[in-house]
């Protein structure tokens, strides 16, 4: 167990809808960062966030929005989704922004749109 | 941006020998390089990792080497058990974005 943990495990949605994915990150990491793995794609940096601020973005959509909260707890929220937003999203954290520091990653949620 | 390279992306080996997975990076800013592995209906875990003003590092058996010349770095696994068997995933990053940078990964499988 990492620590780090992300709700709902499981989301089954339509096209076109809109969801929230959350995050708690390990107590005293102020660093949360989003990935998402599909099949087609492997793992890939979304967004992330130090204590409230975005510092970097990856390949993420526009459709796609992050937030991190004043208690840590980070939001990634997914709008207008496609068939190809299929995957598993993963939230790491760490203790700071180095990046020497280990992330250590939730178990995941994974979405199906149907 | 950073793009990694990983090879094989399959790996079968018989118990009790030694495995190995390799990894290629473009950006020579990168200065961290972390392996993961990731069991099914699992989250990546660090199992070791490895920064830019080291060579080599080792825990129990297994162990990281990394050519910044050459931009690539390596996983070798000895005396390979079942329970060994798994994804792997190498990864870069670097002070400027903090992102891992993953490989395609490495489905590692270790036969009795």
């Known amino acids: 167990d990492s620590g780090v943990t992300q709700t709902p495990k499981h989301l089954i949605t339509a096209t076109g809808q809109r969801v929230t994915l959350r995050c708690s990150p390990r107590?005293?990491?102020?660093?949360v960062y989003w990935y998402q793995q599909s099949l087609d794609q492997g793992l890939q940096f979304l967004i992330h966030y130090y204590n409230g601020e975005e510092r970097a973005k990856g390949n993420i959509l526009e459709r796609f929005s992050a937030q991190q909260f004043p208690d840590l707890h980070s939001e990634l929220n997914l709008s207008s989704l496609e068939l190809g937003d299929s995957a598993l999203y993963f939230c790491?954290?760490?203790?700071?922004?180095?990046?020497?520091?280990?992330?250590?990653f939730g178990p995941g949620t994974r979405l199906t749109v149907l | 941006g950073e793009n990694v390279e990983q090879h094989p992306s399959t790996l079968s080996v018989q118990e009790g020998d030694s495995a190995v997975i390799k990894c290629t990076y473009s950006?020579?800013?990168?200065?961290?390089f972390p392996w993961y592995k990731q069991e099914l209906g699992k989250g990546p875990q660090l199992i070791i990792d490895?920064?830019?003003?080291?060579g080599e590092k080792k825990d129990q058996r297994i162990a990281v080497t990394l050519n910044k010349t050459a931009k690539h770095f390596s996983l070798h696994i000895t005396e390979t058990q079942p329970e060994d068997s798994a994804v792997y995933f190498c990864a870069a990053s670097n002070n400027a974005g903090n992102m891992l940078t993953f490989g395609g990964g490495t489905r590692l499988m270790v036969k009795p």
């Open positions: 490895i920064r830019s003003n080291v």
């Open positions: 790491a954290s760490s203790v700071s922004t180095s990046s020497y520091n280990e992330q250590f």
């Open positions: 950006d020579s800013a990168s200065n961290y």
């Open positions: 107590s005293g990491d102020l660093s």
